[in-house]
């Protein structure tokens, strides 16, 4: 297994977009609700993500299919799913690669480069949450 390329910039913690520290905090503590292990069967250049996992073909979509083709093509196809959080787990020589993706049909927005601004519910309903330095807390 090989590391792949950094993530590009996306301002968004959407579904199928960055994933959010508290969301990957909280996944990683779920002993209800762990991932379960799958296969990777495609991605497209239109951010649709097959997997497959318990013997059903699951569509997902992500911002970057090309970096989760990339992460899964080194792990030899092997993923985790974890649905309650919007997870698909890669593993990785260092640990593992968490991508956040959507269930497909579910409607997607395109990437955001700029970093939303506004108040802390502007900020969730734009961007489905922020990051904040602890200096403006």
């Known amino acids: ?9 996306c301002a968004l913690f ?30 497209r250049p239109d951010g649709s993500v097959v997997i497959e996992v318990d013997g059903h073909e699951l569509n997902l979509w992500n911002h970057e299919p090309e970096r989760l083709d990339e992460a899964a093509a080194a792990s030899g196809g092997v993923v985790e799913f974890q649905p309650r959080w919007g997870l698909l787990w890669v593993p990785s ?22 970093l939303p601004v506004g108040g802390p519910m502007k900020l ?6 922020f990051i904040l330095p602890a200096s403006e807390l």
């Open 1 to 9: 297994m090989s590391e792949i390329r950094y993530p590009k910039m």
């Open 14 to 43: 959407k579904p199928g977009h960055n994933p959010h520290w508290i969301q990957i905090n909280r996944a990683v503590g779920d002993r209800d609700d762990p991932p379960t292990p799958g296969r990777f069967a495609e991605s």
């Open 93 to 114: 020589m260092s640990g593992r690669y968490a991508f956040c993706v959507a269930r497909l049909p579910n409607v997607h927005v395109p990437c955001q480069q700029q």
């Open 124 to 129: 969730l309903e734009d961007a489905g949450g």
